[in-house]
């Protein structure tokens, strides 16, 4: 079937990973299914051999149906899962949305954009060389990062500190604004209330 659209969260599979700030990606999946849920309609299908876990939503004021996925690989493999994904339902990479956290953002603001440069984000470098592009959009959910370079590992798999999370978790209901802005009404109102949002939560 034709679809709207890939909407990809990004993140570590496993209860391990459950809860840490690489794992916002498949947070925001959660806030999302669960307001299709409510204004809309949500049917899980069978991932298995995407390496994912995954969703068909439709929501009753947006035109179309989107896929929904949670790639299984871990991180720094997702494209194994994102390419096959575009290709089987024949969505182009520029229909797609990835949605990750973001070092050079802060806890509790929010950045939308399309293409561009990686910002040493290893999920999103794996889906780039995977299909030949960065031109897809990204949804950037600010974790913050480290003082120190080498502790950026342990950083994105550490659970944030309470003031931190609170930040991220406020942060999530516009980071799902967003993207409904975005498939009512386009990128540019999009990448402007996201922007906006950040500001206000400070």
Not at 16 to 44: P, S
Not at 53 to 61: A, M, N, Q
Not at 162 to 177: F, G, H, N, P, Y
Request: glycine share 12%; net charge neutral.
């Amino acid at each position: 079937m034709d679809y709207a659209g890939l909407l990809v969260g990004l993140g570590n599979p496993g209860q391990r990973y459950a809860g840490t700030r690489h794992n916002c990606g498949f947070d925001f999946v959660d806030a999302l299914l669960e307001y299709a849920g409510k204004a809309g309609q949500v049917m899980e299908l069978n991932g298995k051999k995407f390496n994912s876990l995954l969703w068909r939503i439709s929501l009753s004021d947006v035109r179309g149906e989107w896929l929904v996925a949670k790639p299984q690989t871990f991180m720094n493999d997702s494209g194994v899962a994102v390419q096959p994904l575009l290709a089987w339902h024949n969505i182009a990479p520029d229909q797609m949305v990835v949605v990750q956290d973001e070092l050079d953002i802060p806890p509790g603001e929010l950045r939308f954009k399309f293409g561009g440069g990686l910002a040493g984000h290893n999920g999103l470098a794996s889906i780039a060389e995977r299909t030949g592009t960065r031109d897809f959009y990204r949804l950037r959910i600010g974790i913050g990062k480290p003082e120190h370079r080498e502790d950026v590992i342990g950083w994105v798999l550490a659970r944030p500190a309470v003031a931190d999370r609170e930040k991220i978790r406020q942060i999530m209901s516009a980071a799902l604004e967003t993207f409904l802005i975005f498939v009512r009404k386009g990128f540019h109102e999009a990448m402007l209330f996201a922007r906006k949002a950040g500001s206000d939560t400070k």
